[in-house]
Nanobody
Framework: QVQLVESGGGLVQAGESLRLSCVAS????????MGWFRQAPGKEREFVGF????????HYGDSVNGRFTIPRDNAENTVYLQMNSLKPEDTAVYSC?????????????WGQGTQVTVSS
């Protein structure tokens, strides 16, 4: 089964950028749809974006509004979340997820999450 490990979270100031990484092991990464989600304390999990296997299709949640991008490097089994122009409302635990089958809609494998805190 696939394992996902996120890294790159931390404390940044509003307006700055941060790049999260999610490294997959134990499967064929290039066949997976990869998604990013976030969850702030007391709030529901929110969809951030996803990228298809080859990167030909990428969708983002409305809240990121063009500020985030999701590159992937299949040779390194890694998907990234590039976060620019960060706002305090972006503060959350960010998790990557894999649709490994793929089902084109259901994520079956999740990482542990990494904390992103944006100060004003």
């Amino acid at each position: 089964q696939v394992q996902l490990v996120e890294s790159g979270g931390g404390l940044v100031q509003a307006g700055e950028s941060l790049r999260l990484s999610c490294v997959a092991s134990g499967g064929t990464f290039s066949s997976y749809i990869m998604g990013w989600f976030r969850q702030a304390p007391g709030k529901e999990r929110e969809f951030v974006g996803f990228i298809s296997q080859s990167g030909s299709m990428i969708h983002y949640g409305d809240s990121v509004n063009g500020r985030f991008t999701i590159p992937r490097d299949n040779a390194e089994n890694t998907v990234y979340l590039q976060m620019n122009s960060l706002k305090p409302e972006d503060t959350a635990v960010y998790s990557c997820a894999a649709d490994t089958r793929p089902t084109y809609g259901q994520y079956d494998t999740w990482g542990q999450g990494t904390q992103v805190t944006v100060s004003s």
